[in-house]
C-alpha cells in the first residue's frame, strides 16, 4: 500500500467512498428499533469478550451477574467510544478547515464527521437504552482527549484515529451477526462496521501519504505520540466502575482484568489489525513500542 498511492488516488478513493456513503447510509433514528424491549437473560457482548472472563471472580458470579456485567461492560466501550467520535468530529473539523471545499477528499471528511455525529447519537441512544450509566474515559483521559482535539494533527492524528476505529471494530464484527447477543447491539455493530469501513479505508491512505519522507527524529515523536493514544484509548475502554455493579470492588475488579491473560490476549486480538497496519508503515518500532506491549496491545 505504502508503495502504490500516488497523489490522484486521494480525489479517486475519495470518489469512491463518498459514493458508497451516498448508496449505503443509516440513520440511528430509523435504523434502529429503539421501542423494542431487550430480551431478558440475553447478553450484551460475547462473554469470552468480558475482562474478567476466565478468572475466579468470574466463576464466582451468577448468570445473570455475568449478563449485567456484559451490560456495563458494552455501555462503558460505546461510552467511550461516543466520547472518541466527539474527539474526532474536532480533529476533522480542524482538518477540512484548509481544505480545497471543491475537492471530493474535502467532501468526504465533511461526509465523515457527519457519519459520526450519527453514530454518536446512537451510541447515547444504545447507552441509554442499557440503563446503564454513560461511564466513559476517567478523568485523566478525558482532559486529554480535549487537548489532543484542539491540537493533534498529520500521520499521529489519523494513527489514532486509526487504532480507536480498529479496536472498536474487530469487538463490534465479531458480535454482530452473534444470535445470542441482544438484537439492539447486534444492529447497533453492524450500521457501525458497515460505515467505519469508509472511514479506515480514508485514515490509512492518509496515515501512507502523511509519511512520505519524514525524517527519523519526526517519526519517533509520531510513533510516541500514536503509542500513547493507542495506549489511552485501548486502556480507558472499560471503567472500573463497572465491577461494582455485580458488587466487586471497582480497584478489585481492574486489578484482575489487567491480570487476566484472557483479557490481555482480548486486547492483542483487538489491536491485532492495525498493529499490523501500522508496523508496515513504521508507525510502531523503536523505544515506543514498549507503551504498546505495556497495555498488551502488541
Ligand atoms: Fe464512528
Ligand atoms: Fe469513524
Request: hydrophobic share 40%; glycine share 6%.
Amino acid at each position: 500500500m505504502a508503495r502504490a498511492l500516488q497523489p490522484k488516488d486521494r480525489e479517486v478513493t475519495a470518489e469512491r467512498l463518498l459514493d458508497s456513503s451516498a448508496r449505503n447510509s443509516y440513520s440511528p433514528d430509523i435504523d434502529v428499533d429503539w421501542t423494542a424491549p431487550l430480551h431478558e437473560g440475553k447478553a450484551f457482548m460475547p462473554f469470552e469478550r468480558v475482562s474478567l472472563y476466565g478468572t475466579e471472580l468470574w466463576e464466582r458470579l451468577t448468570p445473570e451477574q455475568r449478563v449485567e456485567l456484559s451490560k456495563h461492560e458494552i455501555a462503558s466501550m460505546a461510552s467511550v467510544g461516543l466520547w472518541f467520535e466527539i474527539v474526532l468530529m474536532q480533529l476533522l473539523a480542524r482538518y477540512v478547515y484548509d481544505l480545497d471545499p471543491r475537492t471530493a477528499h474535502a467532501q468526504y471528511a465533511l461526509t465523515e464527521l457527519g457519519d459520526e455525529t450519527r453514530h454518536s447519537i446512537m451510541f447515547a441512544k444504545a447507552v441509554s437504552k442499557t440503563g446503564a450509566p454513560a461511564y466513559g474515559p476517567n478523568r485523566i483521559t478525558r482532559a486529554l482527549g480535549r487537548w489532543f482535539g484542539g491540537l493533534a494533527s498529520g500521520p499521529p492524528m489519523f494513527a489514532s484515529v486509526l487504532v480507536a476505529e480498529e479496536t472498536t471494530d474487530r469487538v463490534q464484527r465479531a458480535m454482530m451477526d452473534d444470535p445470542e447477543i441482544q438484537p439492539m447491539i447486534r444492529m447497533v455493530n453492524r450500521i457501525h462496521v458497515i460505515e467505519e469501513a469508509r472511514h479506515v479505508r480514508f485514515a490509512r491512505e492518509e496515515v501512507v501519504r502523511g509519511l512520505k519522507g519524514v525524517g527519523r527524529l519526526r517519526l519517533e515523536f509520531y510513533r510516541l505520540v500514536t503509542a500513547l493514544t493507542a495506549y489511552a484509548v485501548v486502556d480507558c475502554m472499560i471503567h472500573p466502575k463497572v465491577y461494582a455493579a455485580v458488587g466487586i470492588d471497582p480497584r478489585e475488579g481492574r486489578r484482575v482484568a489487567l491480570a487476566n491473560p484472557h483479557h490481555q490476549e482480548h486486547r492483542r486480538w483487538m489491536s491485532e489489525k492495525v498493529v499490523e497496519f501500522l508496523t508496515e508503515v513504521g508507525l510502531i518500532g523503536g523505544p515506543s513500542k514498549r507503551i504498546w506491549k505495556r497495555g498488551y496491545l502488541l
